[in-house]
């Protein structure tokens, strides 16, 4: 059509007409918004073009009339990180690594209006150190990498649990081993993160599953991280985090947040390791008045002090899986889509969440059965409740994931003993799309 024209490069515009029309718009605009952004002696051929690709197609969808003029166009490592602006994020360090950059380059493009630090370290190992280091002095801190760089934060991950210093550490996910395919995207880091780091501590694992999703998911994660003086991983991958979408302005109103105790509010001697209850002992910020405040990587007692008493170790193994058995009561059920009396289940987990959902939209309007999809937000501690509830009336169970293995179907075996009875996994470095998981599913026999 451009040629037809005779200016090639008109094809943008042609474009833009199409899509104009698609959408139910009007040309009534185009020739004034032309002349913002074309030079004069090319204008009439565009306006030529707009009108050419507007008329070469139906309209498709409904004249949105405003409705959505207030939302937000962003991408899904911008919504992460405004999430954790809005949890009150005053310090972020990170080395570059795709696809985790954008976060970095989000924030320090906003540290000036919010008053947050960015440090660019000079290794992953310095980057997750100075996080530590600035959530043990007092300031809300995160660190962000991809699966090569998470590899070498791990024993300061192990860190993070054993001293009890609060931490939220992003993996924005891409295809490994070791380079892999550093532009593209997958959902392979799954048992890494939560195995991460040798000896056992608690720990919590969320996937973002959508762009509203990166938002107050990693608002959250720094209130359980404080809360419960733990590690919590975020799990994106390229896919969310370069992909834009319009979302409706986010509600900074309710954001919750966990302080730490305060020096002149306590009584009598300080124990930074107290054995309480619930496995979570006061966290006061050092630097007050009143008490010291330790923090050791080997194991310690109640002071913080080192320790080799085998007594106190396994005192302290306690205390800190404790937190456990009230984390999970703060755990979130995976997302419900499709027919409740469904015959197939598909799960999910993370950005698979919009393909799944188109999926089970387009076989429900199919003749072949009733379909249903849990997504997961929340990986580990892993929520069972709806899965248990749905698995026991269904015929087929089906993971739909982008890694090699299955990781999300081990990890339910795993919990639960639950399996699946089949899978649709891709791992070519390409996002999944609804209509290749439809056509899989019906091409595959798995229904």
């Known amino acids: 059509m451009a040629k037809d024209l005779g200016n090639i490069k008109a094809s943008g515009s042609i474009a833009v007409g199409a899509v104009l029309k698609l959408f139910g718009e009007t040309l009534e605009y185009a020739e004034n918004i032309m002349k913002t952004s074309v ?13 050419a690709g507007y008329d070469s197609v139906e309209k498709r969808f409904d004249h949105m009339d405003g409705k959505y003029g207030d939302w937000m166009l962003i991408s899904g490592s911008k919504a992460l990180a405004m999430g954790a602006i809005a949890a009150g994020l005053k310090f972020y360090s990170a080395y570059p690594m795709s696809p985790s950059t954008a976060v970095m380059e989000f924030l320090a493009s906003k ?45 300061a991950l192990g860190f993070s649990g054993i ?51 990166a938002f107050y998911q990693t608002a959250r994660a720094f209130y359980l991280a404080e809360k419960y003086q733990i590690p919590v991983i975020l799990l994106s991958d390229q896919y969310l985090g370069d992909s834009t979408a319009c979302v409706e302005p986010y509600d900074c109103s309710n954001i919750p947040k966990a302080e730490p105790a305060k020096a002149d509010e306590m009584e009598g001697e300080y124990l930074r390791y107290d054995l309480t209850e619930d496995g979570i002992s006061p966290r006061l910020i050092p630097g007050n008045s009143r008490y010291f405040v330790s923090a050791d990587s080997d194991e310690h007692d109640v ?40 015959s197939t289940l598909l799960l999910g987990w993370g950005s698979t969440y919009g393909p799944i959902a188109e999926a089970v939209k387009s076989l429900n309007a199919t003749e072949h059965g009733k379909y249903g999809a849990l997504v997961f937000g929340d990986l580990y501690p892993l929520p069972t409740k709806k899965l248990k509830e749905l698995t026991a009336s269904v015929k087929n169970i089906i993971n739909i994931e982008q890694n090699a293995t299955g990781q999300l179907a081990d990890l339910i075996r795993e919990k639960t003993g639950i399996t699946c009875t089949n899978s649709v996994l891709k791992y070519d470095g390409r996002q999944i799309s609804g209509e290749e998981i439809t056509q899989r599913l019906l091409k595959g026999g798995c229904i």
């Open 39 to 51: 030079k004069e002696q090319y204008l009439e051929v565009n306006l030529k073009a707009i009108k």
């Open 111 to 155: 540290c000036n209006e919010t008053g947050i630090v960015v440090e660019q370290a000079e290794d992953e190992i310095a980057a997750i150190n100075m996080a530590l280091g600035a959530y043990y002095a007092g300031a809300r801190a995160m660190t962000g990498t991809s699966g090569g760089g998470f590899c070498l934060k791990v024993e």
């Open 163 to 213: 001293a009890e210093i609060p931490l939220v550490a992003v993996d924005v996910q891409r295809p490994g081993p070791a380079t892999g395919l550093p532009t593209r995207t997958e959902q392979s880091d799954l048992k890494f993160v939560i195995s991460a780091a040798q000896g056992e501590f608690p720990r919590m694992v969320i996937a973002l599953r959508n762009h509203k999703d």
């Open 303 to 342: 002071y913080g002090f080192i320790t080799e008493s085998a007594e106190v170790r396994k005192a302290m193994m306690d205390k800190r899986m404790r937190k456990l058995n009230k984390l999970e009561e703060e755990l979130t059920e995976p997302e419900f889509i499709g027919a409740e009396n469904c």
